[in-house]
């Protein structure tokens, strides 16, 4: 028997109707290539513009822009799904539930005519370049540059641990227009990967998420039109990076709380097929008490992140909330899956069982989206 879940407030009818296509298009197009793309570290191409025709991408974005119409529960429910495929190689959260907002929020209304309908094809594929070579949580400190010539920004610098670094056709860039002004200095400006002076680094050797397309980029001379400023002025890019944070952590808190119930899925099939000393491993009393606690860890997480997912629909979840939410279902997440490695013996460092993947990708959970340091540092600043 599988575990049983909840089932979430805020779902409906519309809602798992779309869950049914979203599994569907991940068992037949994702599952059966992890092994492939893992070694190629990169997906196919193809996956995008599929998961575009069946109306995957974009699902939040308004109509009148080519999206779906919906709202955060329908990205909710495509990333619970992909988590329990055991996917971490299509990075779609990036593209639908990051990138696609920034430009919905803060590009000209020209701009987001012209973008966000390829984003929902798939004609084009999203990235977001905020990470350093020599920076990582301290965005204020960037090192990249946007200077102003004309009608253009002229753009140089390096990015590193970029989502979709490989594919991507659109990066939005965090850089600074004015080097002596700190976090007011930061702007974002979309660079198309076309220009010229744009380039693709090395595609990233991760430890976990092994499909997923993570790469460096580099800026060299990039002119971009200055159009492509996100914002009607410079300086505003660490402010639109601080509001849309809070959506990428609960999409972050989103997948662990998945990611745990996969895993938990996993380990009570093994361990009720599994025998050792003449009965399921599951009948020990350890195996049992383990899963217990593994089982109340997930549906702790899940009314907890479930109440972020209302808060979020009804535009009240703030920062804080955010941080709470990734901090508390990421570090859960890293437990809840280790300790079921353990009860699958040595099979479970085996890389061909998923429960080892599993436990490779979620380690990034605690690092990406801001560490769980900094989210800790968030929290006490409202206490």
Known sequence: MPLQIQKSS??????????ELARSFLQKELVPNQERWAAEKKIDREVWTKAGEIGLLALSIPEEYGGGGGTFAHEAVLYEEQARAGDSAWGVTVHNGIV????????AEERKREWLPKFASGEFVGAVAMTEPGTGSDLQNIKTRAVR???HYVINGAKTFITNGYHADLVVVACKTDPDAGAQGVSLIAVETDTPGFRRGRVLDKVGMKGQDTAELFFDDVRVPAANLL????????????????????IIAVTAVAGMEAAIDLTLQYTKERTAFGRPIFNFQN?????????????????????????????ELDVQGAAMAKLWTTERVNKVVDDCLQLFGGYGYM?????????????????????????????SRTL
């Open 10 to 19: 805020w779902t409906t009818t519309e809602l798992e109707d779309l869950r």
């Open 100 to 107: 696609a907002h920034y430009l919905l929020a803060y590009a």
């Open 149 to 151: 010539d004309g009608d």
């Open 231 to 250: 914002g009607d002025a410079e300086g505003q890019g660490f402010v639109q990076l601080m509001l849309q944070l809070p959506q990428e952590r609960l």
């Open 287 to 315: 195996t049992k008490f383990t899963l217990a606690e593994a089982a109340t860890e997930a549906a702790v997480a899940r009314a907890f992140v479930d109440q972020c997912i209302e808060r979020h629909l009804k535009g």
């Open 351 to 379: 890389t061909e069982y998923p429960i080892a993947r599993a436990w490779a990708d979620v380690r990034i959970s605690r690092i990406f989206g801001g560490t769980s340091e900094i989210m800790k540092e968030i929290i």
